[in-house]
């Protein structure tokens, strides 16, 4: 088999054929698969039937596996799936739909804001891949917006303020714009702000990009209303419909994307059938800037 990458949206996104991701690569797949990465920002393979060891296994291909902790609200003893992968469906260890009052199904309708996954992180990540087990049959779309096209069409003068900004960014900054205001003590501390550029610099291709998210509560130095006008415009510059892709799921799908070149969000759903997603998520290897010890 030849691996083919095919563009399917007129900014980013590429589609793959060629390639059974179940099965052990070859370096050469695993070099076109980064340079398919880097290029398109988003990946999309189609009918790729896998269990949780070979999406595991795939990942590994392009760095450590990053560690979930620190993520989410979700206990521990409540967790359906093994360590290493994260839980984006809203089932709970029954395997049924989470009930309506659950504060995990309510944490996680926080995936339906425009966000950088971990970027609550001081160490973000690199890729994020997931896989449709189950697609649910209404609604459920994942769309994806290109923070490089988003950054390359801002104006100059734009682009010269924010430059060098710093903001901070927390699960509490994206979950409290839901109103969801209460947390323990240590989820407080689990969840402290930590610091990220405004515009960041892909490793490889040398292309800046808007680093932005839902997670991004505050710019260090700025006023917290000047700074939330601020990342609401560059949001809506960002997430036109000329730089975003939706992709509607079937089941055995495999998209992946790299959280350093686009923001993304899922569309709403119908909760009470199941919505079995599965992502493995590879780590980042170093911050976008300095953080500041906790005091
Ligand atoms: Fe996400």
Redesign the pocket.
Known sequence: MTISVRQIHPVFVGEVSGIDIAKPLTPDEVKAVEAGMDRYAVLVFHDQKITDEQQMEFSRNFGSLEDARGGNITKPEDKRLQVGMNDVSNLGRDGQPLSRESRVRLFNLG?MLW?S?SSFRAIPAKY?LLSARVANPVGGNTEFADMRAAYDTLDAATRAQIENLVCEHSLMYSRGSLGMLDYSDEERQMFRPVRQRLVRTHPVTGRKSLYLSSHAGAIVGAPTPEARILLRELNEHATQPKFVYAHTWRTWDLVMWDNRQVM?RVRRYDERQPRDMRRTTVAGDAPTTVQVPAA
Do not use: E, R
Request: hydrophobic share 0%; no cysteine; glycine share 0%.
């Open positions: 995936n966000h996954d994020s993304h």
